[in-house]
């Protein structure tokens, strides 16, 4: 069974950037698709962006052009890099298939701050 591990979080004030890791483990395909899911405050959660074993990236409005996966197949990573932070942004980040296919994570808390 697969097991995610997310890290990277943290506080940060709006305007700036932090960048999310997912180490991956146990026996899986090399290079699923993965994704990055994200539970903000009184929402449901919710895919912000993907990347399909080819490497198509994808991404939601409300982060395409701020946010950018990543994958490194050989150490079953996959980052989340994250730029311009806004408020909005605040919430549990999660990596899995776009589908939800693996157990859920803990996540990784992002906090922005005005």
């Known amino acids: 069974q697969v097991h995610v591990v997310e890290s990277g979080g943290g506080l940060v004030q709006a305007g700036g950037s932090l960048r999310l890791s997912c180490i991956a483990s146990?026996?899986?395909?090399?290079?699923?698709?993965m994704g990055w899911h994200r539970q903000t405050p009184g929402n449901q959660r919710e895919l912000v962006a993907s990347m399909s074993r080819l490497g198509r990236k994808d991404y939601s409005e409300t982060v395409k052009g701020r946010f950018t996966i990543s994958r490194d197949i050989a150490k079953s990573t996959i980052y989340l890099e994250m730029n311009h932070l806004t408020v909005e942004d605040t919430g549990v980040y999660y990596c899995n298939p776009p589908e939800g296919l693996f157990p859920w994570g803990q996540g990784t808390q992002v906090t922005v701050s005005s």
């Open positions: 146990g026996r899986f395909s090399d290079g699923p698709a």
